[in-house]
């Protein structure tokens, strides 16, 4: 018996040592140059051949990881979803790939289930279809993973770990036991509604992108406080890739504008999660301390002078309410995700107009960590539209 037991010990622990750990962000690195801004949505994103050697790094010594990340991956509670995966595992029954088939029936695409996969292995990010199975929500395809890919690779490691941190409820019932009974039952509601923002095993909560559909019609992407699950309106946000020809600014573009959108909506979630210790069970729902509500930061965002989009842009946005002279800068929160997003992707202009945001940025947020953005590419970000173009443009905001 001993010797059995000794035996399989070391037998586990010897394959436990050949795993690899899961999210080691090294096969999608930070990208500080120009290579993913000045590009299109052809060009750039990693091959599916590389892909699939990223999927073997992860799976080598854990036999079990690819069906549960598939689960993790393909997690709904609609039961049109459900079915069409009983479907598809039906269908996948005599597959040697197993889940993996899953997953690819899932997207319809084998590339957009290869990406989501080696996404999610290596930087705890999970991106699936809306669970809202209605028709209108139009779904991400192969070309939307991509894109995501580029976003993500626009993000320092450390600030990649820092908003997949979980809100806790372990400790929860301690924690309020102290409290009037009404303000027990609400905060138990509260948490009960987020429930599935507030758990893994590893004390965190990967980073979440869907689709949906936004509160207006002119919503493209949004991001609720205290989260970090991104909510893409895709018919919106798609208005930003390259090819748009709109009249109102009298261009089209020729690199992919969506990424800006991401990065911008990745930066609410670097709001929502820079002062989180993981330790206080209440902090998000009463305490909740963020980068744009800290007294001193606030005065620094106040200050700055957010810089103009190159190119026109930005005003595909003009029709916002909270856009003055050209810049997105209405509320403290949606100031802040325009720095964040322009210290990434034009940080040349951020220099000139706000040194001293430019230099809070460099120092408290991304750790010295700077980048070349849109003004150092060797190729063109928009041209006039031709007398054409012009008379069969599409106008923005409809
Ligand atoms: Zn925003």
Request: net charge negative; glycine share 6%; proline share 4%.
């Amino acid at each position: 018996m001993r010797l059995v037991g000794l035996g399989w010990l070391l037998l586990h622990a010897g394959c436990l040592n050949a795993a690899e750990p899961l999210f080691q962000n090294r096969f999608f690195p930070l990208s500080q140059n120009t290579e993913l801004v000045c590009a299109t949505s052809q060009q750039n994103f990693t091959p599916t051949a590389a892909l699939a050697d990223i999927i073997r790094f992860y799976e080598a010594g854990h036999p079990d990881l690819r069906k549960h990340a598939v689960a993790v991956l393909t997690d709904h509670k609609n039961q049109d979803h459900l079915d069409d995966l009983a479907d598809y595992r039906e269908d996948c029954a005599n597959n040697s790939v197993g889940e993996l088939c899953v997953l690819e029936k899932y997207w319809d695409d084998r590339e957009a289930a290869w990406r989501a996969l080696a996404l999610f292995y290596d930087t705890k990010t999970v991106i699936k279809h809306s669970d809202d199975y209605r028709y209108e929500v139009r779904r991400f395809n192969a070309d939307h993973l991509r894109l995501f890919e580029k976003a993500i690779r626009k993000i320092p490691a450390f600030l990649r770990q820092s908003i997949s941190k979980a809100k806790p409820v372990d400790n929860l019932e301690q924690e309020i036991a102290d409290k009037p009974t009404v303000m027990q039952e609400l905060i138990r509601d509260a948490f009960q509604e987020d429930y599935k923002n507030s758990i893994w095993q590893d004390h965190t909560h990967p980073l979440t992108l869907i689709p949906g559909i936004g509160f207006r019609s002119q919503t493209v992407a949004q991001v609720f406080s205290g989260q970090n699950l991104i909510v893409f309106t895709v018919k919106a946000f798609d208005k930003g890739k390259e090819g748009g020809t709109y009249r109102d600014i009298g261009v089209q573009y020729l690199v992919d504008f969506r990424l800006p959108i991401v990065v911008h909506e990745i930066a609410h979630t670097i709001d929502n999660f820079h002062f989180w210790n993981g330790q206080d069970d209440l902090y998000f729902f009463y305490k909740y301390h963020k980068i744009s509500n800290d007294e001193d930061i606030m005065k620094i965002i106040a200050e700055a002078k957010l810089a103009l989009w190159p190119s026109k842009w930005f005003e595909a946005f003009e029709y916002l309410g909270e856009v003055n002279e050209g810049r997105y800068d209405g509320t403290t929160q949606e100031k802040l995700a325009e720095l964040v997003a322009q210290y990434i992707l034009i940080p040349e202009r951020l220099q000139q107009s706000a040194p001293a945001a430019y230099q809070w940025l460099r120092e408290d947020i991304f750790r010295g960590i700077e980048y070349e953005g849109y003004d150092r590419c060797n190729v063109p970000l928009t041209k006039p539209l031709s007398w054409w173009q012009y008379a069969t443009g599409k106008m923005l905001g409809q």
